[in-house]
């Protein structure tokens, strides 16, 4: 995400930097791992949360508009073609939605900010589907 302006904050400054981030992150895959709306979105994922926990985290960190941890290691995170192996329908996209959107509200992001993000996740999410 770009800010609106040059000098207007970026999205990462508003959510409040790293420490928010990692938060978010860890808040989205503690939710995904232990309620039970969201089996069909865990069950898409292995065994253990902690390398998608990571990558988010890294991934996210840029797309707000703060450090590029992601590419920085892995480069270009071509997202479509990374999510190719695993079988993404509209299911799977609502409760990555429904997952974030919960985890937004429980680290308490700024509404209007929560608002922002999730039109721009949606339009990812809805980009990986692939079934
Ligand atoms: C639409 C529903 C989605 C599903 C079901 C899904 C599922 C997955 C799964 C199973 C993995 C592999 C995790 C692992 O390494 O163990 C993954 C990786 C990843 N996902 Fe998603 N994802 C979704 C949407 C998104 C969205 C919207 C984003 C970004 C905003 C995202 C960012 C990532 C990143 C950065 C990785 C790591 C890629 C790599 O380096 O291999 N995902 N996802």
Aim: overall charge negative; aromatic content about 10%.
């Amino acid at each position: 995400m770009q800010p609106d302006e040059p000098n207007s904050p970026t999205p990462y400054q508003l959510l409040g930097g790293d420490a928010k981030v990692r938060e978010l992150v860890d808040r989205f895959y503690d939710l995904m791992d232990f309620e039970g709306k969201y089996r069909e979105l865990r069950a898409v994922h292995g065994t253990t949360l902690e390398s998608a926990r990571e990558k988010l985290y890294m991934f996210l960190s840029g797309w707000l508009g703060g450090p590029s941890l992601y590419t920085d290691r892995f480069g270009h995170p071509m997202l479509r073609a990374r999510h190719l192996p695993f079988a993404i329908g509209a299911v799977e996209r609502d409760q990555w939605m429904a997952c974030m959107v919960q985890a937004m509200e429980e680290t308490e992001v700024p509404q209007e900010l929560r608002q922002a993000l999730e039109q721009a996740l949606f339009r990812t999410a809805d980009w990986m589907r692939n079934r």
